[in-house]
């Protein structure tokens, strides 16, 4: 770092770099099960589903906890703080910390699911963080969130470490990455990112999308996702990796795919990401036409439709329109959702 802002440097991006196995075996940052964030949610084998809250600025923390009810009564599984979501005059962390956890027990109680919301502890000072997620934990939220970048790493990993001896799960967002790895001459790629935030700590992190409206190549993006969540990575320079990974014991994060994705999507989606994901609707829920809670099933229904299409061993990103066409016959949510968004 201190060598690039050297007048005689040339640009230059960090693409890669190594950890070595012995560093990672005592896994002393998460000893937490990888699916922890499956299993503290449902039983069944496919991703989990989210959403970010819109507006991202502007609702009250009562009006915002009832966005939060109506997404995860309609068949989310988490739903999330926007990053630029914190302690505005308008909504005070506190309050929105308490009227999110009461919709979250309610959507609970009433589905008979395991639900949750990203609260997002990102602070001033890692003092503040902490006072946040202490909060959080004596509501009995099941997760926190947290800006690994803007917030440091080392307040992250810090934070990560605060989770696991708590018994709470980490959602990671990666708010100004693109300062340091959009320019593809240099900074830092995404990748390196993503292996520092698996050494930091963290149960969850964005990874682009693929589909979406965000940048992406599809096998760059496969290759940093099998960084995040798999034991041993080997060589394949085509997806950006240039040498064999062993992680040791340590275990993997969940890739988040989120930002202009919609139903439509969902084939591609299951496809890309696999069952060890979530998969985050914001204007794809609540831009529903109906509503939140339509939004929602819309989305549970295309998922659900899709995964059972794969297990039956459809090919759903060729297939995909035929799959969500005979799922909306029997969801008019989801028919809903597919006439709003077909022209994007």
């Known amino acids: 770092a201190t060598c690039s802002g050297s007048r005689p440097c040339v640009p230059c991006v960090w693409k890669t770099c190594a950890s070595r196995s012995p560093t990672c ?3 002393a940052v998460r000893p937490r099960v990888f699916r922890s964030s499956a299993t503290r949610c449902t039983s069944t084998a496919r991703p989990l589903l989210g959403c970010t809250i819109k507006p991202k600025l502007g609702l009250s923390a009562k009006n915002y906890g009832r966005a939060v009810y109506e997404c995860l009564r309609g068949g989310l599984d988490f739903t999330k703080d926007d990053e630029n979501v914190n302690s505005q005059p308008f909504m005070r962390w506190r309050d929105r910390f308490a009227f999110v956890h009461e919709a979250t027990e309610k959507a609970v109680r009433e589905t008979g699911e ?4 990203y609260l997002n502890v990102t602070a001033p000072t890692p003092e503040e963080m902490y006072k946040r997620a202490e909060f959080a934990k004596e509501l009995g ?7 690994y970048l803007t917030g440091g790493l080392t307040a992250n990993t810090g934070l990560a470490n605060w989770c696991r001896n708590n018994g709470m799960l980490l959602h990671i967002h990666r708010a100004m990455h693109a300062v340091l790895d959009r320019n593809p001459h240099h900074g830092i790629h995404f990748r390196v990112l993503t292996k520092v935030l698996r050494l930091s700590g963290g149960d969850h992190l964005h990874s682009g999308t693929v589909v979406g409206k965000l940048e992406g190549d599809r096998e760059a993006t496969l290759g940093w996702i099998d960084i995040m969540r798999d034991s041993f990575i080997k060589e394949d320079r085509s997806r950006g ?14 890739a988040v795919a989120s930002g202009g994705i919609h139903v439509w999507h969902m084939p591609a989606l299951v496809t890309i990401f696999g069952d060890d994901s979530v998969l985050q ?14 939004g929602a099933a819309a989305n549970r229904v295309a998922l659900e439709a899709c995964v059972e299409a794969r297990n039956q061993g459809v090919a759903i990103e060729k297939e995909g329109k035929a799959v969500l066409e005979k ?9 809903i959702a597919m006439e709003t968004w077909k022209e994007i």
């Open 25 to 27: 075996r005592p896994a």
């Open 114 to 117: 395991r639900k949750g919301h």
């Open 141 to 147: 939220a099941p997760i926190i969130m947290h800006d």
């Open 241 to 254: 990796i240039f040498f064999d990974q062993d992680w040791g014991s340590m275990p993997g994060a969940f």
């Open 281 to 294: 609707f914001g204007g794809g829920t609540l831009g529903h036409p109906w509503g939140n809670a339509a």
């Open 327 to 335: 799922a909306a016959k029997s969801s008019p949510e989801l028919k």
